[in-house]
């Protein structure tokens, strides 16, 4: 048996996700069928506790949608052109000794998620994006702003999001990261439920403020921990 989280969008200023915790049968083994099979499992296992629709979001999803919001597949525009949601996460970090490595912004998501760098540097100490700094703490807000901004001008995205009640990430495993795609997508419903998408993405404080209070709320955010499992 397994255990993975399910991020539900409330749609709440004061609490924008829900976590629900989820057992289910795992397939072991890191072929793409035995990861499908899991997400077949655990949509299975939350069906029968009421939470459906759901949409796997990663590129092991059955829905094309949902691979295409891998943070691997969605790009954000920049002044070098659309770069990988996950390329420029990984290439905005600063460490103690080194970073940010801008480079890694113009090589494909499954290199910039190996760079050696990224474990050579020592302790990573903030992100800097095109000369924005963005502080490590709230915990997710580097990584949900970077996903959001490049999802918002996808206006036929957003309106197909609408359609399910609930995100999951297969790839994700809270005990190893933080950052989580599919609990992003929950972030995002729930700003459009509450109409302040726009108003949030207009400054760094705005989204800071409006994201915060719920990043801490997550059972997940009690470390520092910034990988991305994105796939």
Known sequence: MAKRPIFIPL????????????????????????????????????????LNPLLEVSTKSEELL??????????????LGA????????????????GPFSDIYEIDSFSAKKDPRLKESGQLI???????????????????????TALSPHQDYLKRLYDFNGFTDIEFNPKKSINCQARTC?????????????????????????????SAKQNHSTSLRQESFAI
């Open 66 to 79: 949902g691979q295409r919001l891998s943070a691997f597949n969605l790009l954000i525009e920049t002044d």
């Open 126 to 148: 903030r992100f800097d994006y095109f000369g924005q700094d963005w502080p490590l703490v709230p915990r997710t807000s580097f990584y949900d702003w970077l996903y959001l």
């Open 83 to 98: 770069i990988s949601i996950e390329a420029a996460f990984q290439g905005s970090k600063v460490f103690e000794s080194g």
């Open 11 to 50: 749609g709440k200023p004061e609490h924008l996700v829900k976590e629900v915790q989820i057992d289910f049968e795992w397939n072991p083994g890191f072929a793409p069928i035995q990861k499908k099979k899991n997400v077949a499992a655990l949509h299975e296992a939350a069906e029968k506790m009421g």
């Open 186 to 214: 929950a972030i995002l419903v729930s700003l459009l439920k509450l109409d302040t998408l726009d108003e949030a993405l207009k400054t760094q404080q705005n989204f800071i403020e409006m994201t915060s209070t719920d």
